[in-house]
Nanobody, 114 residues
Framework: QVQFVESGGGLVQPGGSLELSCAAS????????VAWYRQAPGKERELVAA???????LYADSVPSRFAISRDNAKSTVYLRINSLKPEDTAIYYC????????WGQGTQVTVSS
């Protein structure tokens, strides 16, 4: 069964940057639209961004241009870079297919605090 493993989170000061990684257990990144989601404390999980097999990208309306999704098919990995981090970016970040067809992983915690 396909699994995604998220990594790259941590405690970061406001204004810093992070690049989150989403590694797939199989070479599906080039075949499916893969998305990043996040769940902030006390809130529902929400879509952040998605990248299609053809390379097209989609960002949620609430996501500023500080976020950038990319992928490396050879490594079967999707990335999410977040620049100029703000406290409101604090959340657990998950990846999945765009239709969330894979069991959710542990996610990676991003905490933005001084």
């Amino acid at each position: 069964q396909v699994q995604f493993v998220e990594s790259g989170g941590g405690l970061v000061q406001p204004g810093g940057s992070l690049e989150l990684s989403c590694a797939a257990s199989e070479s599906i990144v080039s075949l499916y639209t893969v998305a990043w989601y996040r769940q902030a404390p006390g809130k529902e999980r929400e879509l952040v961004a998605a990248i299609a097999s053809g390379g097209g990208t989609l960002y949620a309306d609430s996501v500023p241009s500080r976020f950038a999704i990319s992928r490396d098919n050879a490594k079967s990995t999707v990335y999410l870079r977040i620049n100029s981090l703000k406290p409101e970016d604090t959340a657990i970040y998950y990846c999945n297919t765009y239709r969330a067809t894979v069991p959710w992983g542990q996610g990676t915690q991003v905490t933005v605090s001084s």
